[in-house]
């Protein structure tokens, strides 16, 4: 079993940035690939950003592509989602999740708000 705690979260204005981050305890998170989700308020969950095992990989959804960045420390068990430049339409609960394999994902966090403001 992975436990994941995530954390990072506030209110900025547009523009502004915020790091969230993804902290593992249980098992190394080495072990597994890790992704970014967020659900804004009547939405559905949506993929953000995910890395493999090694951070050889990453991917991310279009509407991030070129703000947030995933990156992640198997030494201290944690991943990290970089979101610059961020905009109204950000806002939304973050979820982070992990799992043996890009696209599987077996064990989610209890997610952290990040709000933007206009």
């Known amino acids: 079993q992975v436990q994941l705690v995530e954390s990072g979260g506030g209110l900025v204005q547009a523009g502004g940035s915020l790091r969230l981050s993804c902290a593992a305890s249980?098992?190394?998170?080495?072990?597994?690939?890790v992704g970014w989700f967020r659900q804004a308020p009547g939405k559905e969950r949506d993929f953000v950003a995910a890395?493999?095992?090694?951070?050889?990989?990453?991917s991310y959804a279009d509407s991030v592509k070129g703000r947030f960045t995933i990156s992640r420390d198997n030494a201290k068990n944690t991943v990290y989602l970089q979101m610059n430049s961020l905009k109204p339409e950000d806002t939304a609960l973050y979820y982070c999740?992990?799992?043996?394999?890009?696209?599987?994902?077996?064990?989610w966090g209890q997610g952290t708000q990040g709000t933007v403001s206009s």
């Open positions: 249980g098992r190394p998170l080495s072990m597994y690939a």
């Open positions: 890395i493999n095992w090694s951070g050889s990989t990453t």
């Open positions: 999740a992990a799992g043996r394999r890009l696209g599987t994902w077996d064990y």
